[in-house]
């Protein structure tokens, strides 16, 4: 795969400038910390399957270092990565809100399923750990015509759904974004639903995103993105390899309050966005609704 293998090479090369960074006694961080990140960068040898694995990187309960939260933690030393992600966004034919939602979700766990993400000599591999290291941020942009067709030319993954299209792309810098998609419009993405979304099927997974924040569709399929990713890190591999099985089917629906309410206290994983954009840090924004991480 030519394309991939280019797109490897370059995330390599504006990787050894972060990683310069991260192992320079500029950088403030524990001994541990310090000892781990220069292994990551600075070894010569292969990455394992444990390294690349989510589980590993996934945040425990009560650490205090997840990727979403708000406020300063030892991830914000790491060099930091972000998961592009494209709409396809034509005038005369848009996507419905929901689906573009669902879509992008699905294109999360596509990527992270992807054997060029868990191999242990996947080409997207080290890029991915990386990027899970690190706070985990999820930029959507939107792309038309000619944009979209140089967006595809890109090493990355396309996602369809009912009405949308969603292109995913392993992780690049923060600052590294290909000069196909940089720049694409971020902002002001808006999309609507014909009619309301039918009620979800109690028995399959559901993203659950809070009433009470408002956010464009840009910023809801970013969250929706980091719910699906929390219950992904949650599942066992059985569960993992079912639920790719069914081509990651899963819905994304609002709840009443109260109903908002008792999923947060449930115990199922919830995003508490760090706040960069459009909402107040800490906000709670998705419910991550599996099946098999229910209790009672």
């Known amino acids: ?37 220069r292994a990551r960068c600075c070894q010569t040898g292969r990455v394992t399957s444990a390294d690349t694995s989510p589980s590993s990187t996934a945040p425990r309960a009560g650490s205090g270092t997840g990727p979403f939260q708000a406020g300063t933690t030892e991830r914000d030393a790491a060099p930091q990565f972000v998961l592009p992600l494209v709409v396809r966004l034509e005038r005369a034919a848009p996507p419905a809100r929901t689906d573009a939602l669902e879509t992008a979700a699905r294109a999360v766990l ?10 242990e000599d996947g080409a997207w591999a080290e890029a991915v750990r990386d ?13 038309r015509g000619a944009e979209w067709r140089r967006a595809e030319s890109l090493p990355g993954i396309t996602v369809t759904g009912a009405s949308a299209e969603v292109r995913v792309f392993p992780p690049v810098p923060l600052d590294g974004w290909p000069k196909e998609l940089v720049k694409l419009q971020v902002s002001g993405t808006e999309l609507d639903d014909p009619e309301p979304p039918a009620a979800p099927d109690p028995a399959g997974p559901v993203l659950w995103l809070n009433p009470a924040v408002t956010m464009s569709a840009g910023k ?8 699906a990713q929390l219950a992904w890190w949650r599942l066992s591999a059985a569960h993992r390899e079912a639920w790719r099985a069914a081509d990651f089917a899963l819905r994304v629906r609002t ?8 999923l947060t206290a449930s115990g199922l994983p919830v995003v508490r966005d760090a706040g960069f954009t ?19």
């Open 278 to 296: 459009e909402i107040a840090p800490g906000s709670a924004t998705v419910v991550a609704d599996h099946p098999a991480l229910r209790t009672g």
């Open 131 to 143: 990027w899970q290291d690190a706070r985990i941020r999820k930029v959507v942009r939107r792309a």
């Open 220 to 227: 809801a399929m970013a969250q929706a993105g980091h719910g």
């Open 255 to 262: 709840p009443d309050p109260a109903h908002w309410e008792r």
């Open 110 to 119: 596509t990527l992270l399923s992807d054997e060029r993400a868990t191999d």
């Open 1 to 37: 795969m030519p394309g991939a293998v280019a797109g490897s090479a370059m995330f390599r090369e504006a990787k050894r400038s972060l990683c310069m960074a991260a192992c320079s006694p500029g950088i403030i961080c524990s001994a541990n910390t310090l000892r781990s990140r």
